[in-house]
């Protein structure tokens, strides 16, 4: 091993057998290598989140509108003939249709059983196939998931969505005092 001297300025440095350093030394890699997995993991998880948000809004607000939209459109048409909604869902009629022409919201809950809120559910699943529904009628198990339940003269449209902003989200389907079926939207399933 010799000692060259290396002139800096006016002091003399001398090279002590250094090689010439070529390359990174596996520490400063895998230094790197933890650092890029770091940010990848909050970029991707800032990423899912915000795909999450979208999803559940496209679900909600454009999805859930047309359901809604389509309840209220079979609402009108229950309320002006009574026996549609046994053409519509299949289900048998266990009183006289002719009894509740012109009948009110409450008249209408009274004769409401399972079988009927079954039927309604069976035929709102089918006509919108293509979304993740609930097995049954009542609020969603699972996120991503629409439901509905019929109770308090209502149809409550419900969806779990999988942002912060639509964990309880729902439409409110109903007859008004005026006489017209509306629709309200809201956060936070009713109990």
């Not at 057998?17 to 998880?45: C, D, P, R, S, Y």
């Not at 149809?155 to 017209?180: C, E, N, P, T």
């Amino acid at each position: 091993m010799s000692l060259s001297p290396i002139a800096c300025g006016r002091i003399m440095l001398y090279n002590v057998g250094m090689k010439n350093k070529k390359g990174f030394t596996l520490v400063e890699l895998i230094v790197v290598i933890a650092i890029m997995a770091i940010l990848a993991g909050t970029v991707a998880g800032a990423t899912v989140g915000i795909m999450n948000k979208k999803t559940d809004e496209v679900n909600y607000i454009y999805n859930g509108r047309q359901i809604a939209v389509q309840i209220a459109e079979w609402a009108r048409e229950v309320y002006d003939n009574p026996a549609y909604f046994f053409e519509l869902t299949g289900a048998t009629p266990k009183f006289d249709l002719s009894s509740i022409s012109g009948a009110t919201a409450d008249d209408v809950t009274s004769l409401w059983d399972d079988s009927y809120a079954d039927a309604a559910y069976v035929t709102l699943k089918n006509r919108f196939s293509t979304l993740n529904w609930k097995d049954t009628y009542g609020t969603p198990d699972k996120k991503g998931q629409f439901s509905a339940d019929f109770n308090d003269g209502a149809v409550f449209l419900y969806y779990k969505g999988k942002s912060r902003d639509y964990a309880q989200a729902y439409y409110k389907i109903y007859m008004s005092d005026s006489g017209s079926i509306a629709t309200d939207k809201g956060n936070g399933f009713p109990s």
